[in-house]
């Protein structure tokens, strides 16, 4: 069974970092990729960030870019989003999912490219 277990969310002020990570199982990361995204209140869940398994390469939303970094630990299933210099707009309900690494350079923000979905972990930027 795949799963994926986000951790790491919390309160922080603006200004601050967090880190959270993606704890998955039940699959091989052979040609895989997994993408970080987030929903606001009262908003649409926009894709952020996403990693590629094959041959690492990173992809980042415009609004995160400089900021925001994703890593892969393999030996450990584990996916990471260091999120530095947080701001107000960041506070959301952060999801990582699981997908082919194929196509991702075009499609990596599509949605329904992807198979499976954590629970999602919040983050909380105080201004």
């Known amino acids: 069974e795949v799963q994926l277990v986000e951790s790491g969310g919390g309160l922080v002020q603006a200004g601050g970092s967090l880190r959270l990570s993606c704890t998955t199982s039940?699959?091989?990361?052979?040609?895989?990729?997994i993408g970080w995204f987030r929903q606001a209140p009262g908003k649409e869940r926009e894709g952020i960030s996403c990693?590629?398994?094959?041959?690492?390469?990173?992809y980042y939303a415009d609004n995160v870019k400089g900021r925001f970094t994703i890593s892969t630990n393999n030996a450990k299933n584990t996916v990471y989003l260091q999120m530095n210099s947080l701001k107000f707009e960041d506070t959301a309900v952060y999801y990582c999912?699981?997908?082919?690494?194929?196509?991702?350079?075009?499609?990596?923000?599509?949605?329904?490219?992807?198979?499976?979905w954590g629970q999602g972990t919040q983050v909380t930027v105080s201004s």
């Open positions: 990693i590629s398994s094959s041959d690492g390469s990173t």
């Open positions: 999912a699981l997908r082919s690494a194929r196509t991702l350079e075009y499609y990596w923000t599509r949605q329904s490219s992807y198979e499976y």
């Open positions: 039940g699959f091989t990361y052979d040609d895989r990729a």
